[in-house]
């Protein structure tokens, strides 16, 4: 599982705070949906969530963020 929390955007990427349960959503991830990349720019504190958790989610949200939106609070539960 990843919980994600919004933090900002710009025209080509979209950043959140990440984690693999809503109480540890102290990393950081970069969604570059201009480029279709994926930047762990800093791992949670106490569990990393999977990278194809991470990956999914990103797939899912990817037209989204593409379009202008960006939710306050996004996840992926297998």
Not at 21 to 50: C, N, Q, R, W
Not at 56 to 72: D, P, Q, V
């Amino acid at each position: 599982m990843v919980f994600c929390d919004y933090r900002s955007n710009t025209d080509k990427d979209v950043t959140y705070a990440y984690g693999a349960s809503p109480e540890d959503i102290t990393g950081v991830v970069t969604f570059h949906y201009k480029d279709d990349l994926i930047e762990i720019v800093k791992a949670p504190d106490k569990e990393d969530p999977p990278v194809r958790h991470v990956s999914w989610l990103y797939k899912k949200h990817r037209n989204n963020f593409k379009n202008g939106i960006f939710k306050k609070k996004i996840s992926f539960e297998s």
